[in-house]
């Protein structure tokens, strides 16, 4: 993922992904004006279900970039114009992140996380099972860190299945290793920290994307998503 931010403009292409009724929808929509505390965006084809989004619904955007993409998170203003199948407003973006490729909305998040090594360049150790926390999740893959040394766990391309535990619901999918880091020496913010004595205990950060998932599963992922930003955004509730 390319770190450098970037700015919506009039005219950007953006898919809207929302969930309504219980269900993640999406829609096709252009930005027609730019306000430094709001997008108006307006969709490619009028979509009666825009008329249930309400102020705070948490959305994700991606825009389309030539070759690349990028990704935000927002919430849902108000409905513009005469109808409210068309036109309407979102939260100016904090942060926008550009992607190499079309890529979904990545959210911190710690959920459990069970893998198996079902294929691998030595086939020795294929079978082995393990288990960690997620460091962050989209409907396209995840990162999850193992409490072991990084040659105890997984090499770059191996193939994993995956048993993640969202919310109260249980994930399978099928993944494939793009990355693996040794995370010993990593702080809270994952920025590196002084070694010690005795040396901290060994951890491993594991990026997956998924190479077999179900839309039920990604669905279930990307409603977890909307959740987590809804609560973080309205923060805790306080007891009665």
């Not at 009724?21 to 009666?48: E, I, M, N, Q, Y």
């Not at 959740?227 to 309205?234: D, P, V, W």
Request: with cysteine; charged share 25%; glycine share 6%.
């Amino acid at each position: 993922m390319i770190d450098t931010p970037g700015k919506p403009v009039v005219h950007d292409q953006v898919r809207v992904e929302a969930e309504i009724d219980g269900k993640v929808v999406s829609f096709r929509a252009v930005v027609v004006h730019t306000v430094p505390t709001a997008l108006w965006l307006g969709l490619v084809k009028p979509d009666s279900r825009l008329e249930r989004l309400v102020t705070g619904d948490p959305l994700a955007l991606t825009f389309r970039r030539d070759d690349a993409g990028m990704v935000a998170e927002s919430t849902f203003l108000s409905h513009l114009g005469s109808t409210q199948s068309r036109l309407f407003s979102v939260e100016m973006p904090a942060e926008c992140r550009l992607t190499q490729r079309r890529t979904h909305l990545r959210l911190d998040a710690e959920c459990p996380i069970q893998y198996t090594i079902v294929s691998q360049s030595d086939t020795a150790t294929a079978g082995l099972i393990g288990e960690g926390v997620t460091r962050n999740i989209s409907a396209g893959g995840l990162q999850f860190v193992v409490r072991a040394p990084i040659a105890d766990t997984v090499s770059a391309a191996d193939a994993l299945e995956l048993l993640l535990e969202v919310g109260k619901e249980a994930v399978m999918a099928e993944g494939e290793v793009i990355r693996v880091d040794d995370a010993t020496d990593l702080g809270p913010d994952w920025r590196p920290l002084a070694p010690t004595r005795p040396p901290r205990p060994p951890r491993t950060l594991i990026a997956v994307r998924f190479v077999s998932i179900s839309d039920i599963a990604q669905d279930l992922i990307v409603r977890h998503i909307f959740a987590l930003q809804r609560m973080r955004r309205e923060g805790p509730k306080r007891p009665d």
